[in-house]
């Protein structure tokens, strides 16, 4: 089946420190990925698309010079937090759209990625 | 743009049969429903997908009324497992292209 693989499964930095996550598509190509950010007890809120090779779309509210989303190849986006703060401490996850087909809206997830900012 | 509606929360025994409704009164024409389950501190994972009528695999049925504007996932025997969180998600185009956006989910709790 369709595997999405995230990396580091779980980071810890200082304040200020800048820390990227990587997301990829292991068996498949993923035209479109998406990244949520999902707080303790709460559902997963969209950040960004991204589609290969271009600039990614950011959701209303979410920062684009803080959360850099960067989508180079078909299998492979990452986000950097850049500058963290204690308050950017959540658990990030993106999810993949494979490429080609009829897309009926499934998506592939990723296992999910925890930042605590110290 | 298809919100939909779920109850926060249920609970249920184990070994019981399981009915979670969603309310989508704004689902598009070429809107598809998709069910997604979540573990604590894990990525959702996909249940169940329909467009209309009665889709059934080997975890779970979704039911799917003529006007499309709800769906039931039900989930038979459950058990200890089962817990979860239990998303209902539609289809949303904007600019163009497909994006996926979560409501609050079902926390779904089963009982010994």
Redesign the interface.
């Known amino acids: 089946g369709a595997v999405v693989s995230q990396h580091p499964s779980w980071v810890i930095c200082k304040s200020g420190t800048s820390v990227k996550i990587e997301c990829r598509s292991l068996d498949f190509q993923a035209t479109t990925m998406f990244w949520y950010r999902q707080f303790p007890k709460q559902s997963l809120m969209l950040m960004a698309t991204s589609n290969e090779g271009s600039k990614a779309t950011y959701e209303q509210g979410v920062e684009k010079d803080k959360f850099l989303i960067n989508h180079a190849s078909l299998t492979l986006s990452t986000l950097t937090v850049t500058s963290a703060h204690p308050e950017d401490s959540s658990f990030y996850i993106c999810s993949a759209r494979p490429r080609g087909g009829v897309w009926t809206g499934e998506l592939f997830f990723g296992e999910g990625s925890r930042l605590t900012v110290l | 743009l298809a919100k939909t509606t779920q109850p926060i929360s249920m609970d249920s025994y184990e070994g019981q049969e399981v009915n979670i409704t969603c309310s989508h009164n704004n689902i598009a024409t070429n809107?598809?429903i998709?069910w997604?389950q979540q573990f604590p501190?894990?990525?959702?994972?996909?249940i169940i997908?329909g467009?209309k009528t009665k889709v059934t695999n080997e975890v779970a049925s979704l039911f799917i009324p003529a006007d499309r504007k709800s769906s039931t996932l039900s989930l038979p025997r459950v058990s200890l497992s089962d817990t979860a969180v239990y998303?209902c998600?539609?289809?949303m185009n904007s600019?163009g292209?497909?994006?996926?956006?979560?409501?609050?989910?079902t926390k779904l709790q089963v009982i010994p």
């Open positions: 809107d598809y998709t997604y501190s894990q990525g959702p994972r996909f997908q467009y998303y998600l539609v289809g600019g292209y497909q994006k996926v956006t979560f409501g609050t989910g």
